[in-house]
């Protein structure tokens, strides 16, 4: 029965080059719940371990999901991939013209028009997962993202399947966390497991960031020329 056995504070342990399985997180997770039923399909258990899954991975640009995707438009407008992460602008927006790259930079999505085929502009519309650019002209672009893993089902079919990311640990911690305050109401317990899983957080960002190489830093608007629009 989960919930029987005080939980101790999690250490971020293994996996660093390693590639974890699911059952090795919800190992990890109901071993702090006093608990030895990871190999079980526990509902509730299962579906605070998604939301868990969710939110680390959206605390960050981790560069572990980090994927690009080549998406044809027609009248400027392209879907974005099924796995893109909302809660992220793309990391670049790019095409090839006259054989050498073209960045395009983020604006408002109903001011895109109003720049020039000179200039390279998108945005985003989250509300129906599209892409837009300014240019009539290109009929392909590549978006470098953040990827969403999606959500596990509640039931012992993708135990196996690796984790994308590298420290599980810090997922099973945040995971004990939202048990204790959503299953048990208790507050204390969770605030002990929550602060420990924003230390762990904060160094995975700090390793996660210190392995990521350096990125020029583009003009907020670019245009043919390299010039700053306005």
Sequence with gaps: MLGQTEPHCLTPSILDNEMATYLDLKDEVTNQLGADDANISVARRDKIINQARRQ????????????TENINLTNRVGQLPADYNTRFRPNMVFTNLGGRPVYFMPVDWDTVESYTEGFNVYAIQTSTNQIKINRQSVGTISVSYQL???DRPLDNSQDNQNELSPMISTIALL???KWWLA???ATGKYQLFKEEYDRALALDKASDMSNEPIVPILPLIQSDNNRIGV
Excluded: D, G, T
Aim: glycine share 0%.
């Design 175 to 177: 995971a004990v966390a």
């Design 148 to 150: 969403m893993p999606a």
């Design 183 to 185: 299953s048990e109401r």
């Design 56 to 67: 680390y991975h959206s605390e960050h640009r981790w560069s572990f999901l980090k994927k």
